[in-house]
Each structure stands twice: as structure tokens, then as C-alpha cells.
T-cell receptor
Framework: EAQVTQNPRYLITVTGKKLTVTCSQN?????MSWYRQDPGLGLRQIYY???????DKGDVPEGYKVSRKEKRNFPLILESPSPNQTSLYFC??????????????FGSGTQLSVL | AQSVTQLGSHVSVSEGALVLLRCNYS??????LFWYVQYPNQGLQLLLK??????LVKGINGFEAEFKKSETSFHLTKPSAHMSDAAEYFC????????????FGTGTKLQVIP
């Protein structure tokens, strides 16, 4: 089954403790992206990747890191989480970098709470 | 630069009534427009998309949207609401030209009253 898999589904942590949220897709998609969803603000893009070893900042990249060493994986790293990073996070992927009309496939989300 | 504005963060309709969710966009070049739906505790899934082939776009679950360039709008409609339509709906825009920058609206939560 074609899917985007995120783990963990829920995560509670404390300020300053490094964490990684994993994202994997099995559709051989070139494009992957991370979003955070906050009430009243919709989805905002954190980082995206056009292909392996190609990443770029989205609208709200501060406090986050990503890497794209393999095509299927795109982990989101919070080196020193802070309470304002408490949010619902989504990973998404799509087929091609040139076709901006391609739909995004979303993971089920990771609810992160930073105490 | 592109943006989308969704009017109404919450919309309530009676079961069987018309659903109308509003989306207005702003872009400097011809846009591609999308509607996504998010059911509780799930990720987003595509309802429909406009890619310049036809101005009236039909999607899944009986939804459709009409692209109106003169009004810079892409409103989502469904003739008769069903209880299962209760969800949050997001309008999104990308720009034609090979750059995958997706901008989402702030979302509209649809409540369907029995």
C-alpha cells in the first residue's frame, strides 16, 4: 500500500532534549516536505527536499534540521526543542519536482508536546 | 509570492443542505489550486485540484470547485451535506513553473448538524 509513515504518533519531551521524528515513503517520490499545523494558522512549511541531498528552508525553519540521505527517508530533527515547537507535525511527499500540480501524500501526523 | 485566504474558520450546515466553503487566492503567475480534507486524527488527503484544464473541477465524495479568475476564487461546494463530511478543509496554492512551494490556507472546520 502506498503510504507515508511517520513515527512516533505522539511525543512528549522536555525543553532542550534532542529528538527526531522519522518519515518514510514507499512511492519512490522525489519531493518530501515537513509542515507544522497550529490552530488558526493552518499548515506552514518547515523544510522541503527536491531529491537526495537537496533540501531547502520553508516558511518556518528556525529550530529545525532535516536530512535526505536516502530517497525514502526525510527525518525532522529538533536539536534543542522549546515549548513554542509544541505542535502537530506532518510529513508529505509527491511525485516530481517539476510538476507543481502533483498532489501531496500526507503521513498521519506526530503530535509533539515540549514541556 | 502566493497566498490563499479562507473565509470562515467554522461553518455549520444542516444535513442535506448546500455546503459552500470559500477560498480566494493571490498569485503573480497562473496558479494551481487544491482542496484537501482532514478527518479527525488523520493526515490531509486530496479532494480535488485545478490545473488549468477545466474551470469546474469535480472531486471525490461529491465535492466540486470552480476556478474564477476574475474573482480570484476557488470555492468548494457540495449540493447536499452528509454527516461524514464533517472535517477540516484546506485550500492550497502552488505556482506553475516547476517550483514545489505549497501554501495552505488556515482551514475551515465544517460541522454537519443532523
Amino acid at each position: 500500500e502506498a503510504q507515508v509513515t511517520q513515527n512516533p504518533r505522539y511525543l512528549i519531551t522536555v525543553t532542550g532534549k534532542k529528538l527526531t521524528v522519522t518519515c518514510s515513503q514507499n512511492m519512490n517520490h522525489e519531493y518530501m516536505s515537513w509542515y507544522r499545523q497550529d490552530p488558526g494558522l493552518g499548515l506552514r512549511q518547515i523544510y522541503y527536499s527536491m531529491n537526495v541531498e537537496v533540501t531547502d528552508k520553508g516558511d518556518v525553519p528556525e529550530g529545525y534540521k532535516v536530512s535526505r540521505k536516502e530517497k525514502r527517508n526525510f527525518p525532522l530533527i529538533l536539536e534543542s526543542p522549546s515549548p513554542n515547537q509544541t505542535s502537530l507535525y506532518f510529513c508529505a511527499s509527491s511525485k516530481g519536482t517539476g510538476a507543481t500540480n502533483e498532489k501531496l501524500f500526507f503521513g498521519s501526523g506526530t503530535q509533539l508536546s515540549v514541556l | 509570492a502566493q497566498s490563499v485566504t479562507q473565509l470562515g474558520s467554522h461553518v455549520s450546515v444542516s444535513e442535506g443542505a448546500l455546503v459552500l466553503l470559500r477560498c480566494n487566492y493571490s498569485s503573480s503567475v497562473p496558479p494551481y489550486l487544491f482542496w484537501y480534507v482532514q478527518y479527525p486524527n488523520q493526515g490531509l488527503q486530496l479532494l480535488l485540484k485545478y490545473t488549468s484544464a477545466a474551470t469546474l473541477v469535480k472531486g471525490i465524495n461529491g465535492f466540486e470547485a470552480e476556478f474564477k479568475k476574475s474573482e480570484t476564487s476557488f470555492h468548494l461546494t457540495k449540493p447536499s451535506a452528509h454527516m461524514s463530511d464533517a472535517a477540516e478543509y484546506f485550500c492550497a496554492v502552488t505556482l506553475s513553473g516547476g517550483y514545489q512551494k505549497v501554501t495552505f490556507g488556515t482551514g475551515t472546520k465544517l460541522q454537519v448538524i443532523p
